[in-house]
T-cell receptor, first 113, second 113 residues
């Protein structure tokens, strides 16, 4: 079975500072990895995904993530955050052909002025 | 293209009642997944449908059921509502061949009194 652990439930950061949201996964088979963002009272929006190929994945809104197979991690980074990045971020994993996505518990990013 | 739409957006029911939620996927998408989101349990997978067939389901009691119609629209039903069923129910659709990449609707907020 697959599982996802988001290591921080909340991350406060000042505007224009860099941020890293950590995600570790567990799986005995190859997986696809995703980061989603959820703004208040909205559904989830896909930020980026890793399916194969380059381990550094660039997404929308200036976010990027790096797949590290040996450490089973998929941390999300942004070099300079904005107030508008305040939201909840979810790391997720799925198995090819499994038709099921497992989400982490979420990390609440709070950007302060 | 229009995004995933869910109706109704808000719903209040009492214990013991049943409820039906509706989801219209993005045009051309044939895979629809449902999730339950609560503060305590996070995002939990309910089931996934493709071409009117359920391909996978999560660990929910039989009170939770779903179906998909020939136009890919999907409904989920919860019978004999319990207080713990209060949650945001999210629907996501995926394009063919990219079922792991999901586009979420805004959700239906169900409150059980």
């Amino acid at each position: 079975a697959q599982s996802v652990t988001q290591l921080d439930s909340q991350v406060p950061v000042f505007e224009e500072a860099p941020v890293e949201l950590r995600c570790n996964y567990s799986s005995s088979v190859s997986v696809y990895l995703f980061w989603y963002v959820q703004y208040p009272n909205q559904g989830l929006q896909l930020l980026l995904k890793y399916l194969s190929g380059s381990t550094l994945v660039k997404g929308i809104n200036g976010f990027e993530a790096e797949f590290n197979k040996s450490q089973t991690s998929f941390h999300l980074r942004k070099p300079s955050v904005h107030i508008s990045d305040t939201a909840e971020y979810f790391c997720a994993v799925s198995v090819t052909g499994g038709f099921k996505t497992i989400f982490g518990a979420g990390t609440r990013l709070f950007v302060k002025a | 293209k229009a995004g995933v739409t869910q109706t109704p957006r808000y719903l209040i029911k009492t214990r013991g009642q049943q409820v039906t939620l509706s989801c219209s996927p993005i045009s051309g998408h044939r895979s629809v997944s449902w999730y339950q989101q609560t503060p305590g349990q996070g995002l939990q997978f309910l089931f996934e449908y493709f071409s009117e067939t359920q391909r996978n389901k999560g660990n929910f009691p039989g009170r939770f059921s779903g179906r998909q119609f020939s136009n890919s629209r999907s409904e989920m039903n919860v019978s004999t509502l319990e207080l713990g069923d209060s949650a945001l129910y999210l629907c996501a659709s995926s394009p063919r061949g990219l079922e792991d990449t999901q586009y979420f609707g805004p959700g239906t907020r169900l409150t059980v009194l």
